[in-house]
Structure formats: C-alpha cells, structure tokens
C-alpha cells in the first residue's frame, strides 16, 4: 500500500479498505462490482451506498477517475510516451476511451494536457526507453490528486 494511501485508508469505514487496496495495486485489471463485492465480503448495494456516501460516486466510477488522474500523472512524468501506451499502462482498454474518460475528467483532450505539463515544466523528457512502470510513487501521486478533486466536491457532511 502506497504511503498517502495508507492515511487515506485509515479515513475509509471497513467496507471500502480492501476495495481502495485492490483498484489501486490492481488498476489495469477488469474489475466488476460482483468481483468488488467479494473482496470486501458485502453486498453490491451496500458497496454503491458506502462509496456514494464517502465519494458521492459509484466504485467503478471511482476506478475510472483514478485511472484518469494516474494517466495525468504518467504524463507529467514522462511526456515521451505515446497516449495509446500511457492509455495501456493505466488500464485504458482503448484510445478513443482514455481520450473521452481525460476530457470528461480535466475539461482538455490529453495531448492538450501533456503539451500544457511540458510548457508548465520548461522541459522535454527525451525519449530514451519507452519502458516506464506505473510506481508506486506514481499511484501515491494520483491518489492524491483524486483526493483533492473528490474533496472539493463533496458536501463537508458524510
């Protein structure tokens, strides 16, 4: 467990620990909310109330917009990799969906955002692998940019 998960974890009623957990060391995978469900050993409808109370969104919506703020990150971090890799490495099954999930999420397609990141930063990475893993460190970083974006739209009482 990544280190501002672990703060945002011990936040977390029971039911919604081990389901935090699993999207995010397992963020590429398929999940579904029967599979969510038997992880953390209660039923689909009081997995949907539990995280419309604490996040006011679905877990599967949850998962999407995690996977949205990572792929920002991945960006940011390295600006040399393709969209189609970035969009594979944070569990995108297509282009034309991470393009769609990246709009709906930060109001910009993502090659708009990474030319915005690179202006921002002064600086281009160049290209000297196109290998670079989804780190923990990376996961920490995208936690917490949906945790402040969830934050800021939540109502203060939960």
Wanted: charge should be positive.
């Amino acid at each position: 467990m990544v280190d501002f998960e672990k703060s945002i974890v011990a936040e977390l009623p029971t039911e919604l620990e081990a389901i935090i957990d699993m999207f995010v060391k397992d963020h590429g995978a398929q999940h579904s909310l029967r599979k969510v469900a038997h992880v953390s050993g209660v039923s689909q409808a009081t997995i949907n109330r539990k995280f419309r109370q604490f996040y006011g969104m679905t877990p599967m919506r949850w998962l999407w917009e995690f996977r949205t703020c990572l792929a920002a990150e991945l960006i940011t971090v390295a600006p040399h990799l393709s969209l189609a890799s970035v969009a594979g490495k944070c569990g995108f099954a297509t282009l034309a969906h991470f393009s769609r999930r990246f709009h709906g999420t930060f109001n910009q397609p993502p090659k708009n955002f990474r030319t915005n990141q690179t202006a921002l930063n002064q600086t281009r990475l160049i290209a000297t692998s196109v290998s670079v893993p989804v780190t923990s460190k990376l996961k920490d970083q995208a936690l917490k940019a949906l945790h402040n974006r969830l934050q800021s739209k939540l109502p203060p009482n939960r």
